[in-house]
């Protein structure tokens, strides 16, 4: 019976992250499919193919990137921008997805230093990741302070904290990898080193 459950534990812990992630994967590729694929389905009837809409909007992004380099395109796409944010509400939203997708993709990455963060009154340390090194631009009398996004534990979410400079030790850790032990609760450096021992 012991054997049975083993096996069958095994079974689980092998076949579960496989069965997730195809499963992402498919919901993923669906999604951005049907970005431009809802569009050209009407259209093509029999002779639509999965993937056309995901590479239709590939060549779009691609086609709207490089209009944006150039002169008369990149000037109205700087109006649309700055109309953006000038309408209320609209420009909350707009200028929170902008900065996140340029924090990503950006010339200034974000998530690009790790850090140690000292918790208040005790020895602990918590991992983050700075976010911004300015914030004198939001509020001047923590021009002394940095910006750190702690993530939280098996969640895609976590907590930004103003931190004084001195508290904040920059590691030489990836963040990939930094990501990884924060989100895993620590388990996956702990499965590297049972692979290694």
């Not at 095994?10 to 498919?26: A, C, D, K, Q, S």
């Not at 951005?32 to 999965?50: A, Q, T, V």
């Not at 990741?129 to 993530?151: G, M, N, R």
Request: hydrophobic share 45%.
């Amino acid at each position: 019976m012991k054997t049975i459950l083993k096996n069958f534990i095994n079974g689980i812990l092998t076949i579960v992250p496989i069965i997730l992630v195809i499963y992402v994967i498919y919901k993923t590729f669906i999604f951005l499919d049907s970005l431009l694929g809802n569009f050209l389905r009407p259209y093509l009837h029999e002779d639509y193919i999965p993937g056309i809409g995901l590479l239709s909007t590939i060549v779009l992004i691609t086609i709207l990137g490089w209009l944006s380099t150039k002169y008369i395109t990149g000037k109205i796409i700087k109006i649309i921008d700055w109309l953006l944010e000038k309408i209320p509400v609209v420009k909350t939203i707009y200028s929170v997805i902008k900065d996140t997708i340029q924090s990503f993709l950006g010339d200034k990455k974000s998530f690009s230093k790790v850090a140690l963060v000292v918790v208040p009154g005790t020895e602990m340390r918590s991992i983050g990741f700075i976010t911004s090194e300015q914030l004198e631009d939001f509020y001047s009398p923590l021009k002394d302070h940095v910006a750190v996004y702690v993530p939280q534990t098996f969640q895609v979410a976590g907590f930004t904290f103003l931190v004084p400079k001195e508290q904040v030790e920059i590691i030489d850790v990836k963040p990939e990898d930094a990501m990884k032990f924060v989100l895993s609760g620590g388990m996956t450096s702990t499965s590297k080193q049972k692979e290694i021992g």
